[in-house]
């Protein structure tokens, strides 16, 4: 109960925003208020093509969108605004770990994720943001790509600009990659069962606009985002993504990854209501290696995402107990783009 002798704050408006957001999606999840904002909310290596990745989950307010079917990636963030005092002192928290001391001189790319949009000047400070980029050049010196999640509406390409300058300070080039969830190709699924709000061709006027400038894209896409596909249907949904991002590729000259995630349940979601009442079941790995294969001999590159993050319901994760062989198989094309491993795992 309140204390009518304090003064009561006033209500954030921010954190109303995504609340509503939340409920209309029929979200059954809370956020994570007691996680300590001077560290990171996780963070992770992975290997590629491109060599070593530092992949970095700040902790900040929840992404404002929230509406997405199968998303409980706010679940991990705060629902009240985490200011750039906070923000630097997980940036600091970052570099000062030993796991990323021992090897900071092998680093080739970091991925920079606040489980929303980095971009968004509301939730992710540009002060800490600034203040990011500057360690990165005093810390990493092999860094070659610094990839920044985002939804494309918070995209201001004076801001890219400046922080392209800003990279080409350290000591080895750095390039700039754009990463934007897309998650399926086909409009309807898209945005009116997944609610994503992302229209074609707002993405095409993306991919021109930062082609000028030699920016990278990565696009995430989910496979067998929502109930009611067949493993056929969310298979040849990816197919026609990875044709449509190729014709984007060559038609702007821009460099483009696909990001493959295999669906988990995420807990807390309509998705977990469709799961526990028999409704939905998540793909199967040998079908990520079978949409994955398309890609073969077009302009992507392609990374398969393995991990759920552990934010599946329990029983709702793509990788089944004794596959244990097979994701480490994928994690091999994740670092050779050696299309005979898709093929052998997809029993081709
Ligand atoms: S998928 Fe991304 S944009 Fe959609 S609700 Fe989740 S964090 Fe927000």
Known sequence: ?????????????????????????????????????????????????EGRIL?????TQACRWSRCLGCNLPTRMSQHPVGFRLLMAQVDALF????????????????VSNNGSVLDQVTFSSTALIYLIAKLNLHLPRLAV????????????????????????????????????????DN????????????????????????????HLKCYFMLKPIPGMTADEAVSD?????????????????TLNLHLNPTYVAAGTVLEQHFRDGTYTPPTLRDTARAALHA?????????????????????????????PIVAQLEAFNRTQDYAILRSVAGL
């Open 55 to 59: 992949f970095a989950v700040f902790y």
């Open 96 to 111: 000062a770990h030993p796991d990323v001391m021992i090897c900071s001189d092998k680093l080739r790319k970091v991925i």
């Open 296 to 324: 073969q001999g077009t302009p992507l590159t392609v990374f398969l995402g393995l991990s759920d993050e552990g934010l599946a319901c329990p029983g709702g994760s793509f990788v089944q107990p004794q596959e244990g």
């Open 1 to 49: 109960m309140n204390d009518p002798s304090q003064p009561s704050s006033p209500p954030d408006p921010i954190a109303q925003e995504i609340l509503r957001a939340t409920a209309g999606s029929r979200k059954l999840y809370g956020f994570n208020d007691t996680h300590d904002p001077r560290t990171p909310a996780d963070f992770w290596f992975q290997e590629s093509d």
């Open 146 to 185: 610094l990839s920044l999640e985002t939804r494309i509406e918070h995209v201001e390409i004076e801001e890219l600009e400046f922080i392209a300058r800003a990279l080409r300070e350290g000591e080895t080039p750095t390039q700039l990659e754009l990463a934007i969830g897309f998650e399926a190709f």
């Open 238 to 254: 990816i197919h026609r993504a990875i044709d449509y991002l190729s014709a984007q590729a060559r038609a702007c000259g821009v």
């Open 188 to 215: 309807r699924v898209r945005n009116d069962i997944f609610r994503k709000g992302l229209q074609l061709h707002q993405f095409e006027n993306l991919c021109r606009t930062i082609a000028r400038y030699r920016f």
